[in-house]
């Protein structure tokens, strides 16, 4: 049976911890849940092409809205006809709202300022003034022709105090209102997919209250926004979103980390941490990190993983990766970041495999 875009149903459950294997049925296919998304931060996995993507087995892609607008720049996806077209990826791309972005541009560089409809902000690149409200996110993103889309929340840092989390809460809502409404009046959203972003903090209470006033608007999927500090507040979060609904870890993931949250119940992951640390020599393995610049390598012939069909370890050695980094080749970044998207891919696989109650 056709099952309705944006549909995500669980299919089974460990008996020992609260994951869950899921399918969330988008317009591009199904993807399987608990699932990870790389981060191409300006429409491109660096170092990597769509082929490259397709043989490491990637379900999906993150892109950043807040980068995207800048470089290339809406007008040129337009005249792509969206973003998957531009960069030739025929699989599902979720984009975020470019908050988070602007958030810090705003909070760390001041180039900015949060007003109650939206934020003002000069561009890193440019300087160019630019304003986001609730509205503009959802367009860009309609646009660029995504997949799945999040709403413009409203996050603080992780130390503000209460009124300031109270702020943010009834900013996220109202904002997320907004969202909901621009979505659904569009016509481009019939075959998308929109999350609402859940603020609060460090606050189970106001984790409970945002959570409550955006299920009050109804999304099929929420975010954990903000950083994740306490483990406690974060299984407390996904507890609080149904069963029949994703449930999103934003930016955060270690391999230890995702195993962790999905033990916890989330099914989506984000994150740019095997990309950058693969272009930086730390590969994941089966038996743990490896940092390949290590001079202890420099002779190794076995390759870097024994377990790992990735085009590295099929092909070259723990030495001759060594070489690539001490001189810098981006031949190595390349083949660092194919092993690590690799191990991502087959570590997920694992993971839904296991979970089958
Ligand atoms: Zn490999």
């Known amino acids: 049976m056709e099952m309705p875009i944006g549909t995500f149903e669980v299919v089974a459950k460990d008996n020992k911890t609260k994951a869950r294997r899921g399918r969330l049925y988008t317009r591009r296919g199904i993807i399987e849940t608990p699932a990870f998304a790389p981060d191409a931060t300006y429409a491109v996995l660096k170092h990597l092409s769509t082929h490259d993507l397709e043989k490491i087995g990637l379900q999906m892609i993150l892109t950043n809205t807040y980068h995207v607008n800048i470089r290339p720049g809406l007008e040129v996806i337009k005249e792509h006809n969206g973003i998957h077209n531009f960069l030739k990826y025929d699989k599902p791309i979720l984009t975020d709202s470019g908050g988070w972005q602007v958030f810090s541009l705003v909070y760390e ?98 984790r409970k209250k945002s959570f409550e006033e955006l299920e009050q608007i109804g999304f099929g999927g929420y975010g954990f926004g903000g950083v994740p500090l306490y483990d406690d ?24 980390d995702i195993k962790k949250y999905v033990a916890m119940g ?22 743990g990190e490896m940092r390949i610049t290590n001079a202890k390598f420099k002779f190794d012939k076995k390759p870097v993983d024994e377990k790992c069909d990735c085009e590295l370890c099929t092909t070259y050695s723990r030495s001759y990766l060594h070489h690539l980094f001490k001189i810098k080749e981006p031949l190595g970044r390349r083949l660092a970041t194919i092993h690590n998207l690799r191990f991502y891919v087959k570590m997920m696989e694992e993971m839904r495999k296991l979970i089958n109650h």
């Not at 099914?267 to 038996?287: I, K, M, Q, W």
């Open 109 to 206: 560089s001041k180039m900015g300022k949060v007003l109650d409809n939206g934020v003002k902000f000069r561009d890193h690149i440019s300087g160019d003034e630019h304003f986001l409200t609730p509205q503009k996110a959802i367009d860009i993103q309609l646009t660029l022709d995504s997949d799945i889309l999040m709403v413009l929340d409203y996050p603080v840092s992780p130390n503000a105090n209460k009124k300031d989390n109270l702020y943010s809460i009834s900013r996220t809502t109202a904002w997320a209102k907004i969202s909901k409404d621009t979505f659904v009046k569009d016509e481009r959203s019939r075959d998308k997919i929109l999350y609402g972003i859940i603020q609060g903090a460090n606050d189970k209470d106001l």
């Open 233 to 256: 507040v974060v299984e407390y979060t996904a507890d609080l979103i149904p069963d029949s609904k994703l449930r999103y870890m934003m930016g955060s993931g270690t391999p230890d």
């Open 266 to 287: 989330y099914d989506l992951f984000d994150c740019v941490v095997p990309t950058r640390n693969a272009r930086h020599g730390l590969l994941y393995t089966s038996e």
